[in-house]
């Protein structure tokens, strides 16, 4: 049964199921560093949540790219010392993709994002305009940059270098609703002082930076 939101008392604009009267909250971006966990304490949110959200992040955004030639150079690369480098071609890639995110979360679907804010603030206030008119709740994801460098050294799948670069580099100039320490917290207790907020988050709060 569809219920209505804020204003909406048929459902009829939203399509947001009977969820949508306990937590009202549209988005939940998650921004932390290299190997600071944040789609693992995504996915345990994910698992806590009565209603089916989608979890999209920067790795498919970037698993999608070109991964050679030409539009492959045009996008973004990965040098030897741990930086990430954003050709001319990959902020209007990404303002696409981030506008499709947003056509989902439009559509009635909630949606975890799964982010990395390389340009700090600026990051998040492009992310902010194409989300705008959703409710969205910001989560800060730190992790101790030594812990994330020795997560990254297991993993083998990232540049030597990126954990520690990203570690502080992404919240610069950023503001949440809630910040978790993943090397101080497991990942579903992170989750569960997450859902907290969402929860207490019922008839919604608005939109945009907090």
Avoid: K
């Avoid at 978790?180 to 709060?205: I, K, Y």
């Amino acid at each position: 049964m569809h219920c209505g939101r804020r204003g909406d008392p048929g459902g009829l604009r939203s399509g947001r199921l009977e969820y949508a009267r306990r937590v009202n909250t549209d988005v939940v971006v998650f921004n932390g560093g290299s190997s600071s966990g944040t789609t693992t304490l995504a996915r345990a949110l994910q698992g806590m949540l009565d209603e089916a959200w989608l979890l999209l992040g920067v790795d498919d955004l970037v698993d999608a790219l070109p991964q050679r030639g030409a539009g492959a150079a045009a996008t973004i690369a990965f040098p030897p010392d741990g930086s990430v480098v954003v050709g001319p071609v990959f902020m209007r890639v990404q303002e696409a993709w981030t506008a499709g995110v947003a056509a989902i979360a439009r559509a009635g679907v909630g949606v975890l994002v799964d982010d990395v804010f390389l340009g700090g603030g600026a990051s998040q206030a492009r992310l902010a305009a194409a989300l705008g008119g959703l409710d969205v709740l910001w989560v800060g994801v730190r992790c101790d940059a030594h812990v994330a460098a020795a997560r990254e050294a297991r993993r083998g799948d990232r540049v030597t270098g990126m954990a520690i670069a990203q570690a502080e580099a992404v919240h610069d100039g950023v503001r949440y609703d809630i910040e978790v320490d993943t090397s101080r917290a497991s990942p579903e207790d992170c989750a569960r002082e997450v859902l907290a907020v969402l929860s207490a988050r019922v008839g919604g709060t608005g939109s945009g930076v907090p």
